[in-house]
């Protein structure tokens, strides 16, 4: 698979760029390389979906920080894999191009609007370890799908549509006022072009059917709640003719009983007894992937950290790197004793002479002999 440019280097902005700056740049790639300038020219248009999915990216401010932080298998990962073909940015822009371009360039069909089925969305929640490592699962969804009878036609088998009788099977009608001439969307086929004389009737004269459909998807490693992917093509299929709609999945990871998730960094507490801390000691600690050996040096403090390098979670912008382990030391105080071991304990205290309660009494002691001189 080709490596993607940069969407700045694209625009040819820098990565502080305002949005206006990003409108104005992309505008002037757009008319430079839009297809009907460029009739033909398969490298135009590569250029023309370039800077469109730049576009698309960098005017998004959620998108853009996605790209930022990540860069494109971030957004890979969050939902978004850019335009397929010149059609596709047309149909997923809309009508931004009478914005960009002015009214009458930018359109690419003079007959009836063609229009993107409805995107669909997805809850999935994942356990932690399907968020660390990925899986590929199945749904379920309720979708629209094209009537099998009819094949979409909206007809009853045998018949076949007819031009609007209002538009003339334009699916736009034109009104005129004074030295303006306004283009609008016809009322009676919706922009369709067809009338339908002989309805389906398994559809309606729709089209269109509710299904039952599984899905699989796959969960790339390092996903975290809020990760959106997107499934191209499974969503709603389109009233007329046009690309069946997207179906994003939204993932939410459940947390986990001793680990916990800091970016790619995965954080957890051990126990130690204080003659573990004070001598050190050789544990076992579970990581992601089993159980490790740690030594634990003498003298550890409360809230100490240790690292595993490379014992955390999987990147989603750079592929075989992974982040750290990190295991933070909490030192447990008895709460029960034996006569032995308080009798121990003591000899212990009697033994120190480095209390921290002796050090603050010094420290007490002279600074009321001070006051009184």
Do not use: W
């Given at each position: 698979?080709?490596?993607?440019?940069?969407?700045?280097?694209?625009?040819?902005?820098?990565?502080?760029?305002?949005?206006?700056?990003?409108?104005?740049?992309?505008?002037?790639?757009?008319?430079?390389?839009?297809?009907?300038?460029?009739?033909?020219?398969?490298?135009?248009?590569?250029?023309?979906?370039?800077?469109?999915?730049?576009?698309?990216?960098?005017?998004?401010?959620?998108?853009?920080?996605?790209?930022?932080?990540?860069?494109?298998?971030?957004?890979?990962?969050?939902?978004?894999?850019?335009?397929?073909?010149?059609?596709?940015?047309?149909?997923?822009?809309?009508?931004?191009?009478?914005?960009?371009?002015?009214?009458?360039?930018?359109?690419?069909?003079?007959?009836?609007?063609?229009?993107?089925?409805?995107?669909?969305?997805?809850?999935?929640?994942?356990?932690?370890?399907?968020?660390?490592?990925?899986?590929?699962?199945?749904?379920?969804?309720?979708?629209?799908?094209?009537?099998?009878?009819?094949?979409?036609?909206?007809?009853?088998?045998?018949?076949?549509?007819?031009?609007?009788?209002?538009?003339?099977?334009?699916?736009?009608?034109?009104?005129?006022?004074?030295?303006?001439?306004?283009?609008?969307?016809?009322?009676?086929?919706?922009?369709?072009?067809?009338?339908?004389?002989?309805?389906?009737?398994?559809?309606?004269?729709?089209?269109?059917?509710?299904?039952?459909?599984?899905?699989?998807?796959?969960?790339?490693?390092?996903?975290?709640?809020?990760?959106?992917?997107?499934?191209?093509?499974?969503?709603?299929?389109?009233?007329?003719?046009?690309?069946?709609?997207?179906?994003?999945?939204?993932?939410?990871?459940?947390?986990?009983?001793?680990?916990?998730?800091?970016?790619?960094?995965?954080?957890?507490?051990?126990?130690?007894?204080?003659?573990?801390?004070?001598?050190?000691?050789?544990?076992?600690?579970?990581?992601?992937?089993?159980?490790?050996?740690?030594?634990?040096?003498?003298?550890?403090?409360?809230?100490?950290?240790?690292?595993?390098?490379?014992?955390?979670?999987?990147?989603?912008r750079y592929r075989n790197?992974?982040?750290?382990?990190?295991?933070?030391?909490?030192?447990?105080?008895?709460?029960?004793?034996n006569k032995k071991q308080?009798?121990?304990?003591?000899?212990?205290?009697?033994?120190?002479?480095?209390?921290?309660?002796?050090?603050?009494?010094?420290?007490?002691?002279?600074?009321?002999?001070?006051?009184?001189?």
């Amino acid at each position: 698979m080709a490596l993607k440019r940069d969407y700045y280097e694209i625009l040819g902005v820098e990565k502080t760029v305002a949005n206006g700056e990003i409108k104005r740049c992309y505008r002037k790639l757009a008319m430079k390389y839009h297809p009907d300038r460029n009739p033909g020219d398969k490298s135009a248009e590569d250029k023309f979906k370039e800077a469109a999915e730049a576009y698309e990216v960098l005017k998004d401010a959620h998108k853009r920080r996605i790209y930022d932080q990540y860069g494109h298998q971030g957004l890979e990962g969050s939902g978004f894999s850019g335009f397929s073909n010149a059609e596709d940015v047309f149909s997923s822009f809309g009508d931004i191009f009478g914005d960009l371009f002015g009214f009458g360039f930018g359109g690419r069909r003079s007959g009836p609007r063609v229009t993107k089925g409805a995107d669909l969305r997805y809850d999935l929640t994942l356990s932690f370890m399907d968020g660390v490592f990925g899986t590929e699962t199945e749904i379920d969804l309720e979708k629209t799908e094209v009537c099998v009878i009819c094949g979409g036609n909206r007809c009853e088998p045998g018949t076949q549509p007819e031009p609007c009788g209002h538009c003339n099977g334009s699916g736009q009608v034109t009104r005129s006022q004074g030295f303006f001439t306004v283009r609008t969307t016809c009322p009676y086929c919706r922009g369709q072009g067809k009338s339908i004389p002989n309805p389906c009737g398994k559809c309606r004269g729709t089209g269109q059917v509710m299904v039952s459909k599984r899905v699989s998807v796959k969960i790339p490693p390092g996903v975290d709640t809020g990760a959106r992917l997107r499934l191209t093509g499974e969503g709603e299929v389109s009233v007329n003719g046009g690309p069946s709609g997207d179906l994003y999945v939204f993932i939410h990871v459940k947390s986990h009983d001793f680990f916990k998730r800091e970016d790619t960094d995965v954080i957890c507490q051990i126990e130690l007894s204080f003659i573990q801390a004070t001598l050190g000691d050789k544990i076992i600690v579970p990581t992601l992937e089993g159980e490790k050996n740690l030594v634990i040096p003498s003298g550890t403090q409360f809230g100490d950290r240790f690292r595993f390098r490379g014992e955390g979670i999987p990147s989603l912008r750079y592929r075989n790197r992974r982040g750290d382990q990190i295991i933070e030391a909490i030192i447990r105080t008895p709460t029960s004793t034996n006569k032995k071991q308080e009798n121990l304990l003591k000899e212990f205290a009697r033994l120190e002479d480095n209390k921290l309660s002796n050090k603050l009494l010094n420290i007490l002691k002279g600074g009321s002999r001070r006051r009184a001189s």
